[in-house]
C-alpha cells in the first residue's frame, strides 16, 4: 500500500497522505484497518499505539513517571503534567477564534468554541440526542443503559460519572482540596470554591438573557429565568404539578408520602374504635364512601380522639363513636 516517493518517503494510497517516517506511516494504517497489536497486560484490552498501551497500564499499576517542577505533583501523563504547570505559570496558550478567551487546554479551547457555532458532533446511539462533547454524550447513554462503571472503594455505591464518585468518596474521607484565594476557606468541589471566590470579588458572570440581572451561580441565573418563562421542567410522581424548582418539587411531593400516611392511620383509627360493633349493609356502604372521601382539608394532624372527617376532638372514645355514628346516619 506504500509508495516511495521524493521529499515524503511514504504514500498511504487509500487516502494519499504523506509520511516521513515508515513508523509512521504503519501507525496511520492501523486507522483504516482497526489493528490493535499492543495488548494490556492486566487487563487485555487492545490499541493500536504502543505508547497509548502504556500509559493505559499506568492505571493499572499506579506509577506516574511525570512531576510538576513547581510543586512535584505526579502525573501518569505528560501531557497532564504540562497542562497542570500551566496553573502555576497561568500560561494559556490557546485561545478561542471568537471571543479570544485563552484556556490552558486544547481540548478545553475546542470544547468552548463549539458554544459560538452550535456544532454538537457527537450523538445518542439510543435516542439520537446531540452533545458537543463526548464525555457529556457517554455519561448520556448510561442514562439509557443504566451502567454506572465508578463504585466508591468506601461503600460501593456507583455512579455514572467518574467526578461524582470522586466527590462522593470525600464525604467519607473528608478531603477539601480547594482551597479559597482569599480567606483559605476550604472545599471539596472545585465549582463550590470557585463560586465562594466571586463572594469575594463580586464577579456575576451569569445574567439573565430577559433583563440582564446578575448571579454568582449559573444554576441562580436559569432559575431566575423561569420567572420570566414560566417553565416548570419538574413534575410532581404522584399528582403531575409542576414546578418551576426541584426543591419545590420535593417538598410537594413529600407531602404526598405525610398525607398516605395519615390517611392511613385515619382509617385504622375509626376501624379500631368500630371493631367490636357490627355496621349494618346500608351503614357500611356509607362508611367505605366516606373513608375513600379524603380532600385536603381533612388532612390534617391525627389525635387519638379527632374525628378524621371533621377534625373535631372530643374527651372519651364513646363521644367519639358516637360523634362517628352521627357522619354515617
Not at 54 to 78: A, I
Not at 108 to 114: D, L, M, T
Not at 277 to 306: A, M
Request: positive net charge; proline residues 3%; aromatic residues 8%.
Amino acid at each position: 500500500m506504500a509508495t516511495k516517493i521524493r521529499g515524503k518517503a511514504h504514500r498511504y494510497k487509500r487516502c494519499s497522505q504523506l509520511f516521513d517516517q515508515l513508523s509512521a506511516y504503519k501507525r496511520h494504517e492501523r486507522t483504516h484497518t482497526g489493528e490493535k497489536p499492543y495488548t494490556c497486560q492486566h487487563c487485555k484490552k487492545c490499541f493500536s499505539r504502543s505508547s497509548h498501551c502504556v500509559r493505559h497500564e499506568r492505571t493499572h499499576t499506579g506509577v506516574k513517571p511525570y512531576s510538576c517542577k513547581h510543586c512535584k505533583k505526579c502525573f501518569s501523563q505528560l501531557g497532564n503534567c504540562k497542562q497542570h504547570e500551566r496553573t502555576h505559570t497561568g500560561v494559556k496558550p490557546y485561545s478561542c477564534r471568537h471571543c479570544k478567551k485563552c484556556f490552558y487546554r486544547s481540548s478545553n479551547c475546542k470544547q468552548h468554541e463549539r458554544t459560538h457555532t452550535g456544532v454538537k458532533p457527537y450523538s445518542c446511539r439510543h435516542c439520537k440526542k446531540c452533545f458537543s462533547q463526548l464525555g457529556n454524550c457517554k455519561q448520556h447513554e448510561r442514562t439509557h443503559t443504566g451502567a454506572k462503571p465508578y463504585s466508591c472503594r468506601h461503600c460501593k455505591k456507583c455512579f455514572y460519572r467518574s467526578s461524582n464518585c470522586k466527590q462522593h468518596e470525600r464525604t467519607h474521607t473528608g478531603v477539601k482540596p480547594y482551597s479559597c484565594r482569599h480567606c483559605k476557606k476550604c472545599f471539596c468541589w472545585s465549582s463550590d470554591c470557585k463560586q465562594h471566590e466571586r463572594t469575594h470579588t463580586g464577579v456575576k458572570p451569569y445574567s439573565c438573557k430577559h433583563c440582564k440581572k446578575c448571579f454568582y451561580r449559573s444554576s441562580d441565573c436559569k432559575r431566575h429565568e423561569r420567572t420570566h418563562t414560566g417553565v416548570k421542567p419538574y413534575l410532581c410522581k404522584h399528582c403531575k404539578k409542576c414546578f418551576s424548582q426541584s426543591s419545590n418539587c420535593k417538598r410537594h411531593e413529600r407531602k404526598h408520602a405525610v398525607d398516605t400516611s395519615l390517611k392511613h392511620k385515619q382509617q385504622d383509627q375509626y376501624l379500631k374504635l368500630r371493631k367490636h360493633q357490627e355496621p349494618s349493609t346500608t351503614r357500611g356502604s356509607k362508611e367505605s364512601s366516606l373513608l375513600v372521601s379524603f380532600t385536603d382539608n381533612n388532612l390534617s394532624q391525627v389525635e387519638s380522639l379527632t374525628c378524621w372527617i371533621c377534625q373535631e376532638e372530643f374527651s372519651s372514645e364513646t363521644c367519639l363513636i358516637k360523634h362517628y355514628d352521627d357522619h354515617m346516619r
